[in-house]
């Protein structure tokens, strides 16, 4: 399933960022790309 793709997609992203989103978060950053298709190997 499509959805099902996208889900792990976007959860592998989420847990490549872990840190960063943490020190983003440090600095009271709140907005960020969470996902981006070229890294995670979709760029459509």
Do not use: C, K, W
């Not at 009271?28 to 760029?43: C, M, Q």
């Amino acid at each position: 399933m499509q959805d099902q793709a996208l889900t792990e997609l976007l959860q592998a992203a989420l847990a490549a960022r872990q840190s960063l989103i943490a020190r983003l978060h440090d600095e009271d950053t709140n907005a960020y790309r969470l996902f981006n298709g070229s890294s995670e190997s979709d760029p459509v």
